[in-house]
């Protein structure tokens, strides 16, 4: 690379953290933090941020090259969360690295917050694109990498997709042109917990087999344990193959980390009581100590 | 004209020597900025956007038949700091990729233009599915997308010209690119104002795409009655030009739009609210297609059918003016 940005302190440079221990305990948080803000809203998607906190630890907290004090710097990589209903287990990472006051995460959802329950980029530093339609940012990540390769820049883009979200039509129309530009600085990741908001996705609209789909539309395919913090953060940091797009794909558990939410749809959306909400903390907890 | 096999004639029907002026303009502001990315979903010999990629390759993006994954593709490259200008027929791109556009361009202001041709019923004898009569009142319900419509190929340089700094999004509604020419020289378009092609005292046109030069000789046919039309080119319809609409109002006494659309909350619909809302009660009249599927013919046929042409518009002109003396 040998660009002047390593010289800058400011950045947060890629790969920088292999202490898996403390990527694991960040995933934990991220659970934590997501309860709380549920809290406020009244509502929100718990088993959906837990299926897939253990690679948002991963991205933000070692795979990501970032600069929280210049949230639009031209070599950031992108990460785009097409599962944006996600952004609850999201806004307090960034909130963490300064890309926006701790406080703001105390008026979540309320009238007039930057935060809304899907990313909004116009108001959130760090959010590299909106999302909240489901389907379509894969196809801005294609946008994001061809504009790379038009500019010169080494940044990588990587999109967050749920299984769920592999339903619509757009993400092949995506998945077809990655291949045909051959993008290889764009990675997608696949949350594949098996669950949408009515049931198993195989029941639903069945998507298997999901490596076999993406291999035959000219990708590079890898397929982890989606909260094993060192499969991740291998998986994250191998580069794609030259000329390929490379799709991850996380096999993981909705609601992982909480017992009564585990492979439970019903947990997609909601909101703990209050004897719940103690014994989901002190389960999460019981991990961290 | 491009060089073309002469045993085919199927392309004389949807396409003409002004389509060419797009590419050309474009390929020229691109000579200047490296800021500028073309892409379409495998149409540019339709609309002559093979121009700019004879002369950009590098920056021409052909995505297939895939219009939705353009429209997001297109967020995502003007995002890094590109003016990115997306092409396909109009019924696509306001009706199959609405949600593209207000979601990914409209929500997320990027300086995406879509180039929308094709628009009203141009493509004739193609039939609905490619009929785009409902465009403008989609577009003009999204909030940060501009509306422009050029009417003939001088204004569309001029459009382009007149909107590339334009920091958030903008939808221009385009013709077949066989319009008649209205503008002898490249106009300035400048965003948000209709432009006075006429004058007159007796009544106020305002009209819109194609409908602009048959509504000039409208005009002519009715001077030679002893009637003076004034003539507004509807070149942006987001935002509206209120101060034009107002004293077109107030000056001549009564309205008549006039365009290629359904007669809902199009065009007319918007001059309408301006002369609601003011609180000025004058005779107003919205021409336009009706309220159903068109038939197929030829696009000329059509407008002769459905009297977007000179008569036709005279026709409208006249009864609004009766009904006004009366």
Redesign the interface.
Known sequence: MGSAHELDDDILERFRSTDEHELAKRAEWIRLRTIDLVEIAGSGHYSSVFSCAEMLSVLYYSTLRLKPSDSRW?DRDRFLLGKGHVAIGLYPCLADLGFFPQSWLEDYTRLGSPLGDHP???KVPGI???S??IG??L??????????R??G?DYRTLVMLGDGELNEG?VW??A??AA?YGLDSLAAIVDANGLGLDGPIEDIMGIEPIELKFESFGWDVESIDGHDVQQIRCAFERPNPDGKPRVIVARTQKGKGVSFMEGSPYWHLGYLGPEDKEIAIREIQSRTD | MRPKDPRSWNVETTMGDTSLVMGDELATLADERDDI?VMTADLMTSNGLDVFHARHP??F?N??I?E??M????????????RVYVSTFASFASLLCA??MR??LA???MPVRVLSHHAGVSMGFYGTSHHAVEDLAITRAMAGLMVAAPCDANSIRGTLRATIDHDGPVYLRLGRGREKPVYQEVPLMTPGFFSKLREGTDLTIIATGIAVAESLSAADILAEQGTQIRVLNAAYIKPIDRDAILTGARETGGILSVEEHNPNAGLGGAVAEVIAEAGIGIPFRRFALPDEYALVAPPSHLYRHYGLSAVGIADAARSLLDGKSS
């Not at chain 1, 196809?139 to 790379?148: E, P, T, W």
């Not at chain 2, 429209?71 to 590109?82: C, D, K, L, Q, T």
Request: glycine share 10%; proline share 0%.
């Open positions: 031209a909004d980029m116009t590299d694109f909106s909240g339609s379509h940012n196809s801005v990540g294609v946008g994001m990498a061809l504009a790379a038009l500019k820049q757009q129309e995506a077809m042109s045909h | 990315v590098d920056r993006i995505t297939g895939a939705q994954n429209m997001s593709i297109a967020a995502g490259i003007a995002s890094n700091g590109f949600e593209q979601t990914d929500y997320a202001a």
